[in-house]
């Protein structure tokens, strides 16, 4: 019988190595797995999630599949480099302040209740895309602040069931409540003059006109 533990050169215990990009991929879900214990994703100012249901890094322009590769890529050098750049780059253009914070401040604000609203449903007789028109009304809203706007899949919303065939369309500003609306799951066309927003700050109202890709009847 040949005796492999006591051979010259052998360790005891001692297992195969890992190659290189074994070990680099060990990490990273290592990484991944840390920051889904550990971050909350949600105070986080560059996440964002498209109306495609993929993850974006506003930070370094990056698309990810799923919250946990986000995740993994804000452990990443390239994430930590790109913080670091822009901590020094705010440092310089504000010293006076000792403190520079990357964390987006929240304003401690009272809801009023929710906006006024109008929903106006079109056609371009050129094309025959299917167009949808807001108009929401924020009377009270504080000088300088401009209403925001995302798109949020289905699955994401915890209000009713989940319905692959409809997104939703959410508007939020300080001091009223979001909403959001349900619109066919179809894609958005970004093209020049297909997609608008303005917001009118004599008349507090904002405006957003979407053309959907698809010229169907």
């Known amino acids: ?8 050169g052998s360790k005891t ?3 195969g190595l890992l190659s290189e990009a074994q070990a680099a991929l060990d990490r ?19 996440f964002m999630r498209n109306h495609l249901g993929t993850f ?4 370094c322009l990056t698309l990810h599949p799923n919250e946990g590769n986000y995740l993994a890529h804000t452990q990443g050098k390239r994430h930590q480099s790109n913080l670091g750049r822009r901590a020094s780059l705010e440092a310089k253009n504000a010293p006076s302040k000792p403190i520079v914070s990357t964390e987006p401040t929240k304003r401690k604000t009272m809801s009023i209740g929710r906006p006024g609203y109008k929903v106006i449903k ?4 050129t094309t025959n895309q299917r167009c949808l028109t807001f108009e929401i009304d924020y009377p009270e809203a504080s000088d300088g602040f401009q209403p925001r706007h995302r ?16 997104q939703y369309l959410l508007f939020a500003c300080d001091p009223y409540e979001n909403i959001a609306f349900k619109i066919p799951n179809s894609p958005v066309d970004k093209n020049e003059g297909r997609f608008y927003t ?9 405006t957003l ?3 959907f890709v698809d010229g169907s009847s």
């Not at 079109?122 to 007789?125: E, H, M, N």
Request: glycine share 4%; proline share 2%; hydrophobic share 35%.
């Open 56 to 59: 974006e890094c506003k930070l």
């Open 122 to 125: 079109s056609r371009d007789l």
């Open 209 to 211: 006109q979407l053309y």
């Open 13 to 15: 215990g001692g297992g």
């Open 151 to 166: 798109f949020m899949s289905a699955y994401e919303q915890k209000v009713e069931a989940a319905d692959k065939n409809y």
């Open 28 to 46: 990273k879900e290592r990484l991944r797995k840390l920051a889904l214990e550990t971050i909350d994703i949600s105070k986080d100012p560059y």
């Open 198 to 206: 303005n917001w009118d700050v004599k008349l507090k109202k904002f």
């Open 1 to 8: 019988m040949i005796d492999f533990q006591h051979r010259e």
